[in-house]
């Protein structure tokens, strides 16, 4: 059985329908992409899985549980986190301030302290800026934030959009390193990327997704020798 199959997916926005009988699975450990155009529909299947848009219809099962009807607190409580397009991290507080809010579906404070940890082993930035308020660090240091307080929930999946938005370069490639990082840890990615290239440089399956609908599917190594995403998605 997938960690999380989506079957037959409706959604819309008033008499807008944004998603049209998407169906897709992720695999536990697996690191798969949806890539698409602009207004193609990722970001809203992000945001129905995570409980925060509910669907006209169709299912959305983690680990068994129907999801299509959950609050989006206890989908966290389940194992999934989600990282928002445009990172949303709290500009008042801290950057221990945010990591420590991550970790507020979780009681055990000794748990919760060795997680703090393992983030800034893998965040040493974060560590150098735990006091500093989180809406002065630069864009790539907010995006760090926002994986580390998704990471902070011990999810066993974790959704990503569009974590190398706005990014120099320089960041772009330490974001996906880091995704790297966080699926040889063990942790199952669902990644939006409007980098497709980066994004099927590192995934295993990948989606394309075309005015709501799944267009294509597949290996992402034979994806990204496809000559129809190349013209489309990749600019070759």
Not at 11 to 35: H, P, R, W
Request: charged share 25%; net charge positive.
């Amino acid at each position: 059985m997938a960690m999380l199959e989506v079957k037959d997916l409706h959604v819309s926005y008033g008499m807008i329908q944004a998603i049209k009988g998407v169906s897709f699975e992720v695999n536990e450990g697996e690191v798969i992409t949806l890539i698409g155009a602009n207004g193609a529909g990722k970001t809203t299947i992000l945001h129905t899985v995570t409980g925060l848009l509910k669907p006209k219809s169709g299912s959305i099962l983690f680990e068994g549980k129907e999801l299509s009807t959950t609050a989006p607190h206890k989908i966290v409580k389940y194992g999934m986190a989600h990282v928002p397009e445009g990172r949303r991290v709290f500009a008042g507080l801290t950057v221990y301030e945010n990591l420590i809010m991550g970790a507020y579906t979780r009681n055990d404070k000794n748990e919760i302290e060795e997680s703090l940890n393992m983030i800034y082993k893998r965040f040493p930035r974060l560590e150098e800026r735990k006091k500093q308020l989180a809406g002065t660090l630069s864009g790539g240091e907010q995006q760090m934030l926002a994986m580390g307080r998704a990471l902070m929930s011990k999810p066993k999946i974790i959704l990503m959009d569009e974590p190398s938005m706005g990014l120099s370069p320089l960041f772009v490639t330490e974001v996906f390193d880091i995704i790297k990082q966080i699926s040889a840890s063990g942790t199952t990615v669902l990644l939006v990327e409007q980098n497709a290239k980066k994004a099927l440089s590192i995934a295993d399956r990948a989606y394309v997704l075309e005015t709501g609908k799944i267009a294509l599917t597949g290996n992402a190594k034979d994806l990204i020798n496809d000559d129809k995403i190349k013209k489309a998605y990749l600019g070759e």
